[in-house]
Every structure is written in C-alpha cells, then in structure tokens.
C-alpha cells in the first residue's frame, strides 16, 4: 500500500518536472524567438556598433591670403590626444584627470573643465585631452594602451598666424566654441559639438562659415580593447574656402612699423583705396600674438598670458580703428566745411570769416591757436583757423551739424567686414539731454564745441577715413572691406560644391557707395584748402612729396582741459589725407595717442607709408620735402571732384 502510494507520488512530480520543463522550454523558445526574430535586427546593430567606430578627420581652415597672394594664415598638422568617451565603459572620466594630468602635463583645471562640458553630450562625442602631443606623450599614450584604451592619438590642423602681432586685429583668431555659444541660435543649426574650433575675433569670425570646411571620418572595427583592427570606410574631409583679403602687406609691415616706434607706442594707422572701400592696411598698436589662441591658450602659461591682456591697461586686444572713438579735433573741419557750403551757411563768393583769436560766448573765452583775420575757406583749412569754424557752426546751427553727421554716416556703423564695429558719438540736443541732465537745454556754446570737433564728438578711425576718403572721390562713401575674394572649393564624397564670391556688404540693405551730393565747385575749393595743407605753407607742410601731391588735414584732439595735458592726458594726434590731391588713389587716417601737434607725430608717420606706395607703384623712389618758399601750386589737370566732409581741430 505504501509502496503504491510512493509510487504515485514519484509518478506525480516527474510529470510536474516534465511540465516545468516543457514551461521553461516554451519560454525560452519564445524569448528566443523574440531576440532573434523580432528584436533581432536591434541587436545586431548594438552588437556591430560595439565593434564599429566613427573617427572624426578634421577639415583644415581655409588659408588666408594677402592681396598679392601670400599666404598670412594657414593651418600645421599637429598630434592630439584623443579620449574616447565609449570605451570608458561607464567610467566617470573625472576619475582619470589627475593620471593624465600628470602623465601629460596638462593642466587639472583645464582638463577638468573639459570633462565637464562634454558630461551632458552624446556619449560618442571625443574629448581633447591635449593639443599639440610631444613624441614623448604619444609614446607614453602607446605604452599604456592597456591601462587606458580609451586614449588615442589623431593628427588634427592647428592655425598658424603671423608672428609679432602682425595683423592680429584684422586676422582675429580661432578657438574652442564655448557652452555658451553652443546655446546661441546663430550656432545652433551649424553642426557644431564641443571642442569644434570657430573663428571666435576678425575675419576668421565673420567669415567662419566658408573658412570652417566639412570634417570627414574613419569607419574602423575596434577590438573589445578599442584597439582599431580594420578600416571599413573613409570619407575625405572637405577643406575650408581660401580668402584672398585686400591688404598689401608692404603697406601694412610699415603702418604697424609706425606705430611700434611712435611717442607712446599707441594708436591705428588705416590705409584704404577710396575708389572702392578696400582696405590695404589696419594697424592698431599695440598689439598680441593671436598664436595664443590656437597653440597655448590651453596651458597654464596660456592663460596667464591671456588674463595679462586682458588687465594690460594698454588694452592691446582691442582694435583701435573700429573699437576706439576719439575726438576728432580739427580733422572734423573737412565735413563742416562741404557741411557750411552745402546749407548756404557761407557761400563760394562770400566765405570769409573772422577769426578773432577766438570767440566769447556769454563768460566763457573759447579760443582759437592762432589771429588769422577774416580767411576764406581755403585759407581756414589750410591755416587750421578754429575762430572760423566756431563762427561757420553758429551759422550752421546744431540742426546743420546734425544733418551734417546724417549725411556722412557718422551716426552708423561704416558696415565693414570685421566683428565688434562701435558707433561714432556725435553731437545732439539728445546727447546733452542723457550727458548733463542738470542743464539739459542746448546753447550756442555748446553749438561751438560741436564745431570743432570737441566735448560732443568722439569718433572712430574707419569712420573718419570712410568720410575723407568719400570726399576725395567727390561724394562716394564705399563700405571698408577686407575682403575680395573667396575662392571655390570642389565637391568631394558627400559634401556639395562650394561657390566662390566677392566681397558682399554685410548689410545688403545698405547702398555701397553711399552717394553724397556735392557740388564740383563746392569740392574744388575743399580740397584745395586741403592741398595747401600739405603744399601752401599748412600745418603739414614738413611732409609734402613734389608731383605726388598729398591732400591733408592735421587734427590735435584735446583730452583735457588746458594745462593738464601730460601723460595719458596729452592731447591725441591727427593726419588724414588722400592722394594724389585731385585724382585720389589711396586715403590714409592715423592717429598716434597722447603724443600733441598732429602735424608733429600722425603727418610724418603717414609720409612713410607714402613712400612704401610710391616706389610699389611708381618703381622709383619718392621725392623728398621741397622748401615750402619754391613750391609752385600744381596745375589741376583733371576735372574737380565732389566730395563728402572731413573732420578736424587747430594745428
């Protein structure tokens, strides 16, 4: 009976086993079916994708060009080490920064920092542990390939600038695209991922988009080291578009040579073709070495050198010539003058005013440099007469002056192809209204300062060219440009044709040239008064060039009041100019800071750039100053010119 009843019982859980069994058999048959059948193709991509890797090949910048073709920027092929985030195999890479830090000689902080940006991308995007790898940090990266796989060596471009700051403010620099920047809309929708360079200051920022090329890959079978074992596929990188820019380099190796030995060693030389708004030369001073961005900036010793300009009171990261407003002095004696015969205010027969040594306007005794008696135009811009132009400006009124500035474009940006352009300041009732709100009403005291080229008017340099160079020309203001070509890139694998082009104003609601209406006789005694500058006697006389005829206008902007002027309270020095006088092939503004008599310090700094154009140009050297006493008036063999305004102070 027992027996039985064990019997059945052993009988009663082989048939449970055997439908346990048969259960987890059905089970994992479904499961498998499942995993092969249905999700079978996911898997497989997860599976081959462990295996397969996508490595980025960096697309080399554009080189940048001079006019004459030689290459200013171009890219070096340098060694990177390269950490893999997908290898890390859930490891936070913050657990690896002092290993490689030291290993590498890289600093924490930076290496740290980097780490951090990237945590929250993609878990396929690399990280840059270290530019520019010496031998002996590759080898180290290859003798410790098992202690961190994750580690790989890759040649990637690096930008290469001219050396001494040659440049660096037109050129700018490039840079790793921030967190910051990433979230911008303007970068949202360009491809970019952190650690991408971008142009980041000058023409490499504003024409980023055509020098930037298309970054290319390696598709490579890794172990399960991440060692690469085989290459599947590679796609050529597509390189940036060259830029050919318009600056003549002999013209500009002399403007900064001007600079860097000038009084103060501070100031911007700009050299423009007024026929058409290139730029042949910008030298601001002083100046840095943009190689600091592309080489060190990730170093320690970097970014020391980079918080040292930025606390260097000299400011030597910013442009001058489209960064720094300055008062204009006499130069703004050039637009008030077309200004004056534009409005009626003094006529072609009837130009005489007084000097009077100055003018009294209620209590205060503004005076003038000089007693030039009752001079016509010519002779007040030659002579450089502030009585005439505090008398010309009560006749204009502060409504001429500001049409004046309307009309010339001194209230906008000139449009050229360059980043951070500022806006002049000029002379309103609204300015006085924002600046001396305890006396906001204007006065004709007021009126004579904005005459002059004091108190209300700070402008910048590539305004005051722009405007001068306008003028020359008889009324043709151009937009200021760097650039006149960009040369065609072919399609390569995936990526399109990349058309060439020509220098585009940025704004292409802006007309180019702006077109002043002035009258020829109107512009014929202008530059004639500007002629005599130079030629008749005027306050730029030590610089003339007989049969190469300069047109000028000195300029000492006052900084403070009288008696206060030493040191960074010296008065600013002023020459703009054009030549040839009456058929204008080049302009030319400088301005050299704190250094007094613009005919003293800009004037002879410009004859030199001169010098370097005609012997480029005319294949013989330059004629020296003849004595004022035996130089003849030349003959006007072309037609007169109109032209926009100038702007000035007494010399």
């Not at 970019?192 to 598709?219: A, H, M």
Request: glycine fraction near 8%; charge should be neutral; charged fraction near 25%.
């Amino acid at each position: 009976m027992k027996f039985e009843d064990s019997s059945q019982n052993l009988r009663g859980r082989i048939w449970l086993v055997q439908i346990c069994v048969v259960l987890l058999l059905t089970l994992l048959g479904v499961r498998l079916y499942y995993l092969q059948l249905v999700r079978g193709q996911y898997y497989a991509e997860i599976a081959q994708n462990q295996r397969i890797r996508l490595l980025p090949i960096t697309a080399p910048r554009g080189v940048i060009f001079d006019r004459d073709g030689h290459p200013l920027v171009d890219s070096r092929i340098i060694y990177s080490v390269i950490l893999s985030r997908e290898d890390l195999r859930g490891r936070n890479p913050q657990t690896l920064v002092a290993a490689l830090a030291t290993a590498l000689t890289v600093d924490r902080d930076i290496l740290r920092d980097r780490f951090e940006q990237i945590a929250s991308q993609p878990a396929f995007e690399s990280i840059l542990v270290k530019q520019d790898a010496t031998p002996g940090d590759i080898a180290w990266v290859e003798a410790h390939e098992l202690e961190f796989p994750e580690l790989r060596v890759e040649q990637q471009p690096q930008r290469r600038y001219p050396p001494n700051g040659l440049l660096a403010h037109v050129l700018g620099y490039v840079g790793e695209i921030s967190p910051e920047q990433l979230k911008q809309n303007s970068f949202k929708d360009k491809g970019l991922r952190p650690g991408d360079v971008i142009g980041q200051s000058g023409l490499e920022q504003t024409y980023d988009d055509y020098l930037r090329g298309k970054d290319g890959y390696r598709k490579v079978i890794v172990d399960s080291r991440g060692r690469i074992q085989d290459e599947i596929e590679t796609i050529a990188p597509q390189p940036g578009q060259d830029l050919v820019t318009t600056i003549d380099l002999d013209l500009q190796e002399v403007a900064e040579e001007q600079l860097r030995t000038s009084a103060t060693k501070r100031g911007v030389i700009v050299v423009m073709n007024p026929n058409d708004g290139e730029i042949l030369a910008m030298a601001s001073a002083p100046t840095f070495d943009p190689n600091l961005f592309s080489e060190r900036i990730g170093t320690k010793a970097g970014r020391a050198e980079y918080n040292a300009l930025l606390n260097d009171p000299d400011t030597p990261l910013l442009n001058r010539a489209v960064q720094s407003r300055y008062p204009p002095g006499s130069t703004w004696k050039v637009p008030m003058a077309i200004a004056g015969l534009q409005q009626g205010a003094i006529t072609l027969d009837h130009s005489n005013l007084v000097c009077g040594g100055g003018i009294q306007i209620g209590n205060k005794f503004t005076r003038c440099m000089g007693n030039h008696g009752t001079p016509d135009l010519k002779t007040a811009i030659t002579k450089s007469c502030d009585g005439y132009f505090y008398r010309l400006g009560l006749k204009m009124g502060i409504d001429g002056i500001v049409a004046m500035v309307d009309e010339f474009d001194f209230n906008r940006r000139t449009g050229i192809d360059i980043p951070n352009e500022v806006i002049s300041m000029t002379p309103s009732r609204e300015l006085k209204r924002k600046r001396q709100p305890e006396s906001p009403d204007w006065k004709d005291i007021d009126t004579v300062y904005a005459s002059f080229g004091q108190v209300y008017d700070v402008i910048t340099p590539i305004a005051l060219i722009r405007t001068i160079a306008g003028i020359g020309i008889g009324g043709n203001l151009y937009v200021p440009h760097f650039l006149k070509e960009l040369r065609p890139v072919n399609a390569i694998g995936p990526f399109e044709l990349r058309a060439g082009r020509s220098f585009q104003p940025l704004d292409d609601s802006r007309p180019n040239p702006k077109r002043v209406s002035i009258p020829e006789d109107f512009h014929h005694l202008v530059v004639e008064g500007m002629w005599g500058v130079v030629n008749n006697g005027g306050t730029a006389a030590s610089i003339r060039m007989a049969g190469f005829d300069i047109a000028g206008k000195t300029g000492t902007a006052q900084v403070v009041g009288l008696g206060k002027d030493t040191g960074k309270n010296k008065d600013h020095s002023w020459f703009v100019s054009y030549a040839p006088a009456y058929k204008p092939e080049i302009a030319l503004v400088a301005l050299i800071e704190n250094s007094g008599f613009g005919g003293q310090h800009a004037a002879p700094a410009v004859r030199r750039v001169y010098d370097v154009y005609y012997r480029k140009t005319r294949n013989e050297e330059p004629p020296g100053a003849l004595p004022v006493a035996k130089t003849p008036k030349p003959e006007d063999k072309t037609e007169p010119k109109k032209a926009p305004t100038e702007i000035a102070r007494n010399q």
